[in-house]
């Protein structure tokens, strides 16, 4: 905590950023003004393109605002930036590693640059070692670290020189929930001893590890304070229903058309709502008694952080309600429900003597969805992109619609959809430039590919942004034309990687809406994810670690095995860190 009757560290008055890539204007920061107080962790949270990254290099003084006054450990941040650079440490989203040097090359070269010499050099160094766990990687190059290790040697080199104020811009992003983990451990210590943190981050479930939260949504501040008090606003509003026996996707779809519900979300067995500010439970109580007399189950729940958040947004929003996806529009599939669209046997990936998948089985039916998770570096991408037909395979057997990807991975592909994790079509070209390239490879042409594009601008309401470049296009409307695009020719299997990473919840349940009516009419649905919350709209989960599959089961199976008297109630964040620490000591390298 800090002091009482010490200055802040930072102070924001009316602060506002503009860009103007082209010739729109682009408002990153709408009149900010915030006090953050010292030696706490203050989460800087909001999706991708709520102003974080931008504010952050305000206040290492690489930008300068527009308008307004912002003051950095006591000094104008127009009048000094560089006394203001020489006490803070600031780590980007891409941290400068160099990858062709060690991890203790990397370490001395920011010793140099730091002008640290001597013994006070060897026991910085030293102790960063210990402290960041890499004693044991010293010598490896930093391009062959896993996700979690880069970003540990990153805030390693960050801190050869130790500062009075750290910023971290997204460190978490992209990282495994055992690395999620060991980061915080080590900025929670770094506190301990009396440094101040502000940790940006698009991650919800984080905000609730922070000492006090600024949540930004579109260069706006939405809201300042303790985590625990935008839960409270919420109180009596969230609740759990489970209808054993009836699909848990078809309960979110018709929960979501009930006037009383704010929000409904998937997880595990269960889905959570959110009601309204003048929604009653009665309303929750009739539905169950019409779908499932004397097999459901309603019970509340405590809010979430991230419920805080919908509700903020909501709240700003004409109507507040969810948006239509009509499920009529997800393509059809022919062929029996329950029949094998991926058969995994014995699959194998070896680079040189290094062998990145190691024997895995599994399965997967027509129009379920399957998650694929794991640690960063345990195999899971592999995997995915031998899937994919991307990536041969160098033993054992792996069919996609029946077709042996060692043998005829091409025409596989021309039966997949595939979406990337980051954005992966034209910058360059419009929206329906875009739809016409990947119509056109797909083997749609004349008026077959015109109705084919004319249905997906009306499905994905991207008829406004029809001649829009499609990198100036707001982050879901992204996703949403990425979508489209993979979907154009009607695949069986849609492959999904990482797609909703840094979109904001109201993004990623529309995203997931369509998705799940995608799976209802008969597509199978490959996922890959680090962000658990994602993970429980799966019907069943596979995790990799050291490149052999460890654990399959539903989100509620994985989440039951690893109860506890002291946790009852475990996420499926809590299993999945159980699992892998639990694998570490069963099998020690």
Sequence with gaps: MSVPGTPPVITLDCVTKRFTPGRRVVTALDGLSATING??????????????????????????????????????????????????????????????????????????????????????????????????????????????????????????????????????????????????????????????????????????RCAEVLLLNEGKLLAQGPPEIF??????????????????????????????????????RDVRVLLTPTGEAAALERYCRQQAEGTAQLRPVEPAFEDAFVDLVRAGQPGGQFPETRRSAAPAVAGASGKTVIKVAGLVRRFGDFTAVDGIDFSVTRGEIFGLLGPNGAGKSTTFKMLCGLLPPSDGKALVL????????????????????????????????????????YGLDGAVRQRKIEAS??????????????????????????????????????????????????????????????????????????????AEYCDRIGIIYRGRLVAAGTPEELRQAHRTPARPEPSLDDAFVDLIQHYDREHPL
């Design 39 to 208: 030696g706490r962790i203050t989460g800087l949270v909001g999706p991708d393109g709520a102003g974080k990254t931008t504010l952050m290099r305000l206040i290492t003084a690489l930008l300068k605002p527009d308008q307004g006054a912002l003051t950095v450990l006591g000094l104008d941040s127009v009048a000094e930036p560089q006394e203001i650079q020489s006490r803070l440490g600031y780590m980007p989203q891409r941290f400068g590693l160099y990858e062709d040097l060690s991890v203790i090359e990397n370490l001395e070269l920011y010793a140099d640059l730091q002008g640290l010499v001597g013994a006070e050099r060897r026991q910085r160094i030293d102790r960063l070692m210990a402290f960041t766990g890499l004693g044991p990687f010293r010598r490896r190059l930093a391009g062959r670290l896993s996700g979690g290790m880069k970003q540990k040697l990153g805030l390693g080199c960050t801190l050869v020189h130790p500062p009075r104020l750290l910023l971290l811009d997204e460190p978490s992003v992209g990282v495994d929930p055992v690395s999620r983990r060991e980061l915080w451990q080590i900025v929670q210590t770094l506190v301990g001893e009396g440094m101040s943190v502000l940790w940006a981050t698009a991650y919800f479930d984080e905000a609730e």
């Design 457 to 534: 601008l009306e499905e994905f309401q991207l008829g406004p942004y029809v001649d829009a470049i499609s990198e100036n296009l707001p982050l879901g409307y992204k996703q949403r034309l990425a979508l489209a695009c993979a979907i154009m020719h009607e695949p069986g299997v849609l492959f999904l990687d990482e797609p909703t990473s840094g979109v904001d919840p109201l993004v990623r349940r529309e995203f997931w809406n369509r998705i799940n009516a995608m799976a209802a009419a008969g597509v199978t649905v490959m996922v890959t994810t680090h962000f658990m919350e994602e």
């Design 402 to 441: 029946d077709i042996d990807l060692r043998r005829a991975a091409a025409a596989a592909r021309a039966r997949i959809g595939y979406m990337a994790q980051k954005f992966s079509l034209y910058g360059n070209m419009s929206v329906v430039q875009n739809m016409r390239f990947f119509a056109s490879a």
């Design 231 to 268: 839960g409270a606003r919420l109180k009596g509003r969230t609740f759990a229903i489970r209808l054993e026996g009836v699909d848990r996707r078809a309960v979110l779809h018709d929960l979501q058309q009930l006037a009383p519900v704010a929000d409904a979300i998937v997880k595990g």
